[in-house]
């Protein structure tokens, strides 16, 4: 599909077809065709549905003049004679706490130059979208038709009232430095040039591990750089700050080497890093460096050149879109070499994303009053630390395919590790109270931490609970198709965030395979127990077991066998059975109700059966359960009623309250249909004895949701506000529900949990992120009632 085709169909063109143009005829196309199409792509990008990447939407409710009197006159008033009392209240009561600005004159966009301000409003946008997508900073992109130094210092300063941070954006040099340094000495707020210190960051995260993967000391290395603009310079004095020595410092510009005495093309920024001696060519001072910095254009650097550096040579040709050098030539000339450039189709990509949402973050929570240089160190060494990590299941995801295990070619964390908030946010934050720049000093880091990684992962929050009860026993978790990508870096989370013991199903070579491809640490037999299926000494016990359960449902001992051999679900249960194992959870591919045959053959017994399952979508308004999405079709009303009370038992394994609402086409006894009559005598049942939590029923779903409508048609309904279980009659309803709230309002589920099992087995579904299994091994790890 064409992006003008994805248009007509979607309004609007998908990025991935900006960025792939993956539809029918791209292998036909010639280069003018393709660029053609990937102009008109990215204009479609930015005009449908709506012009523009922003919107601006209100926090609070307007709904009535009540909300009227709060929002303007005259309780703002209160709002503002507090904060003339206490200027530092203007964070409570207003959104300038987590505001910024990104400002720009439009002097020095990307790659296009001096385009002016009205035409470098599409990239400040940009950046403000990204500072709300990976930070959840507000943000206002602000373009000024000012090019004197001195007066768009003026005007930036003027916005301090507004704004919690500014980011200078996209200013020539050396105009940047000079705005930047008359706003650091005139406001009370962070100023961060992004361009500058942004890219000074990354580079030095790269540059640090870099040192880790070649054995190497920065007060021992030679430095060559290209480009003595704002982010050249920049970049250099952070190297000094990491012990890099000034005079193994060579810095080349278009017109040679700075040297001592040189007027051409000359700044005080570059005199700064001036060697001794005459003019010099890159070519001249190449020989005998460890890293070349280019911050230039592209071209500059040469195949010799790279086989007359130290071995290996570390090459970061940043220079965007075309950097210094290709990678291929660089490799071509020394196969060892560490590359880094600018580009997101090579690894180890330098890009600002990894640093400013996170440094505005953890400043911002601090009510910092400046970035200092301590700050930006703590931000270099998480983002080094984090690359050095294993690899989050998420950002894997992401960049499928791609190498992502420490090392030449991961250097640094990819953009899309939602890690990164928490950790160098944190960091950040940490480095301004050291350093005595914080207003808002964060007494628990931790719990800090623990929130930021809350609001990334949106189940943090939610499972809390869960995880705390689970760290109080060591359970057995055994992953039926252990094997897969998303079970192995569950397992691996599991050992490095549980106490349990992952035991994975599948074959030792695949398994040890795919564990040294996605780079996870951990060994079976060391940290985790494998079982192979194909070769397992304990292979006549389990199919000898399982043929004594069901030799009266027509199993003979061959087919016993079999099972044994080749049905991993029938093992992991078997395991369980035997007491090898606590817990099962199988799912990842398959038909749900394929996988509950087996665990209903081998563990429904000593008062267990399934009862259910119930589903847990969180959503921007909080969490609500869903049940039974998938073991009973028509459930009967004793079902409906088990439901019920297995729900209660496990919402409060969350640490709420149930309140729950039996869902059906009628409402309150005023239909007489199939779904009514089982709801009603459901409830009947549960009216028969003393319940220790809330239902109510049978109800419309926007009743159950709605308290207004709920008090109009039952002014005495058993509870107040909405309900947080719904409760179908049939799957279709409740998987219907749950799929809708997945897809439309972007719920994230955790689940579905099997109720009535005892914790002794659980059926994930296909469409299971690793994150999703963790979470569902963590409620496997903590033992449940008989019925839970």
């Known amino acids: 599909m064409s992006p003008i085709d994805a248009k007509e169909q979607w309004g609007y063109a998908p990025v991935q077809d900006c960025l792939t143009l993956n539809y029918?005829?791209?292998?036909?196309?010639?280069?003018?065709?393709?660029?053609?199409?990937?102009?008109?792509?990215?204009?479609?990008?930015?005009?449908?549905?709506?012009?523009?990447?922003?919107?601006?939407?209100?926090?609070?409710?307007?709904?009535?003049?009540?909300?009227?009197?709060?929002?303007?006159?005259p309780g703002v008033a209160e709002a503002c004679l507090e904060i003339k009392a206490d200027p530092l209240t203007a964070s409570r009561y207003t959104a300038r706490g987590n505001m910024v600005a990104v400002v720009t004159n439009g002097t020095a966009v990307l790659g296009l130059g001096n385009i002016g301000a009205l035409a470098a409003k599409p990239v400040m946008e940009g950046k403000a979208v990204l500072f709300k997508k990976f930070g959840n900073i507000d943000c206002f992109d602000i373009e000024l038709n000012e090019s004197d130094p001195?007066?768009?210092?003026?005007?930036?300063?003027?916005?301090?009232?507004?704004?919690?941070?500014?980011?200078?954006?996209?200013?020539?040099a050396p105009d940047c430095f000079i705005v930047e340094k008359l706003c650091h000495e005139r406001m009370n707020i962070p100023v961060f040039h992004d361009d500058q210190h942004g890219t000074a960051i990354v580079v030095a995260a790269a540059a640090m591990n870099a040192m880790t993967v070649s054995d190497r000391r920065f007060e021992d290395i030679k430095v060559v750089s290209t480009g003595g603009g704002a982010a050249g310079i920049a970049c250099l004095n952070m190297l000094l700050k990491l012990g890099v020595r000034r005079e193994n410092v060579f810095l080349c510009d278009l017109a040679g080497l700075v040297h001592e005495g040189r007027t051409v093309e000359m700044t005080p920024q570059k005199a700064e890093f001036a060697q001794p001696g005459g003019p010099r060519s890159l070519g001249d001072v190449i020989e005998g460096a460890d890293l070349f910095l280019g911050l230039s254009g592209p071209g500059v650097m040469t195949p010799d050149m790279v086989t007359r550096m130290n071995r290996p040579p570390i090459i970061f040709a940043l220079a965007n879109p075309t950097p210094e050098i290709d990678p291929v030539l660089a490799r071509a000339a020394a196969p060892d070499a560490i590359i880094a450039t600018g580009r997101s189709d090579v690894p180890n990509q330098v890009n600002n994303v990894l640093c400013f949402p996170f440094i505005f973050r953890g400043a911002?929570?601090?009510?910092?009053?400046?970035?200092?240089?301590?700050?930006?160190?703590?931000?270099?060494?998480?983002?080094?630390?984090?690359?050095?990590?294993?690899?989050?299941?998420?950002?894997?995801?992401?960049?499928?395919?791609?190498?992502m295990t420490f090392g030449p070619n991961y250097l640094i964390p990819k953009p899309f590790d939602p890690r990164l908030m928490g950790v160098v946010a944190s960091a950040v934050a940490l480095a301004?109270?050291?350093?005595?720049?914080?207003?808002?000093?964060?007494?628990?880091?931790?719990?800090?931490?623990?929130?930021?990684?809350?609001?990334?992962?949106?189940?943090?929050?939610?499972?809390?609970?869960?995880?705390?009860?689970?760290?109080?026993?060591?359970?057995?978790?055994?992953?039926?198709?252990?094997?897969?990508?998303?079970?192995?870096?569950?397992?691996?989370?599991?050992?490095?965030?549980?106490?349990?013991?992952?035991?994975?199903?599948?074959?030792?070579?695949?398994?040890?395979?795919?564990?040294?491809?996605?780079?996870?640490?951990?060994?079976?037999?060391?940290?985790?127990?494998?079982?192979?299926?194909?070769?397992?000494?304990?292979?006549?016990?389990?199919?000898?077991?399982?043929?004594?359960?069901?030799?009266?449902r027509g199993v003979t001992p061959e087919l016993s066998r079999a099972i044994m051999r080749t049905n991993t679900t029938a093992i992991a249960a078997v395991m369980v059975h035997r007491g090898e194992a606590d817990s099962l959870i199988c799912g990842t591919f398959g038909q749900y109700l394929w996988h509950l045959r087996y665990i209903t053959e081998v563990l429904a017994t000593e008062?267990?059966?399934?009862?259910?399952?119930?589903?847990?979508?969180?959503?921007?308004?909080?969490?609500?359960?869903?049940?039974?999405?998938?073991?009973?079709?028509?459930?009967?009303?004793?079902?409906?009623?088990?439901?019920?009370?297995?729900?209660?038992?496990?919402?409060?394994?969350?640490?709420l309250e149930p309140k729950i609402a039996l869902c059906s086409h009628s409402q309150f006894g005023n239909l007489d249909c199939d779904t009514g009559r089982r709801m009603r005598a459901a409830l009947a049942i549960l009216d028969a004895e003393?319940?220790?939590?809330?239902?109510?029923?049978?109800?419309?779903?926007?009743?159950?949701?709605?308290?207004?409508?709920?008090?109009?048609?039952?002014?005495?309904?058993?509870?107040?506000?909405?309900?947080?279980?719904?409760?179908?009659?049939?799957?279709?309803?409740?998987?219907?529900?749950?799929?809708?709230?997945?897809?439309?309002?972007?719920?994230?589920?955790?689940?579905?949990?099997?109720?009535g099992m005892a914790n002794r087995a659980h059926i994930v579904t296909p469409s299971i992120t690793a994150r999703g299994l963790l979470n569902i091994s963590a409620l496997a790890g903590t033992p449940v009632s008989i019925y839970g």
């Open 690 to 755: 003393p319940r220790d939590f809330l239902y109510e029923g049978e109800m419309h779903t926007d009743t159950a949701l709605d308290i207004e409508i709920r008090e109009r048609i039952m002014p005495n309904s058993r509870f107040q506000g909405p309900a947080n279980v719904l409760v179908f009659a049939n799957t279709d309803a409740a998987s219907a529900v749950r799929n809708i709230l997945k897809m439309k309002a972007g719920g994230l589920e955790v689940g579905p949990i099997l109720m």
């Open 364 to 403: 911002l929570d601090v009510g910092a009053t400046g970035i200092n240089d301590e700050m930006k160190l703590a931000c270099a060494e998480a983002i080094a630390k984090l690359a050095r990590a294993t690899t989050s299941a998420e950002a894997a995801a992401a960049y499928k395919g791609e190498e």
């Open 150 to 172: 001195e007066k768009l210092a003026d005007i930036v300063c003027a916005l301090e009232p507004t704004f919690g941070a500014i980011n200078l954006e996209d200013i020539k």
């Open 607 to 655: 008062g267990r059966h399934p009862i259910g399952a119930l589903s847990l979508l969180i959503l921007e308004d909080g969490p609500l359960f869903v049940a039974d999405t998938h073991v009973h079709p028509e459930p009967t009303p004793e079902q409906i009623a088990e439901v019920v009370v297995g729900a209660a038992r496990h919402v409060r394994r969350f640490g």
């Open 24 to 73: 029918p005829g791209e292998d036909a196309m010639t280069n003018d065709t393709r660029e053609i199409a990937l102009r008109q792509a990215a204009l479609d990008y930015h005009e449908f549905p709506k012009p523009g990447k922003l919107e601006i939407r209100a926090t609070k409710p307007l709904a009535n003049g009540r909300d009227l009197a709060r929002a303007y006159s």
């Open 432 to 552: 301004a109270m050291e350093t005595g720049v914080a207003t808002k000093p964060i007494a628990d880091v931790g719990a800090y931490k623990r929130k930021l990684d809350g609001s990334v992962f949106k189940s943090t929050m939610i499972m809390r609970p869960v995880f705390e009860a689970a760290a109080t026993a060591r359970r057995r978790i055994i992953f039926a198709e252990g094997e897969n990508e998303r079970v192995l870096r569950a397992a691996t989370a599991m050992i490095e965030e549980t106490t349990d013991v992952p035991i994975l199903i599948g074959r030792p070579d695949v398994v040890s395979s795919r564990i040294e491809r996605l780079g996870l640490p951990m060994r079976a037999g060391e940290d985790f127990e494998l079982v192979n299926p194909e070769n397992d000494p304990r292979y006549r016990d389990y199919w000898q077991d399982y043929h004594t359960l069901m030799e009266r």
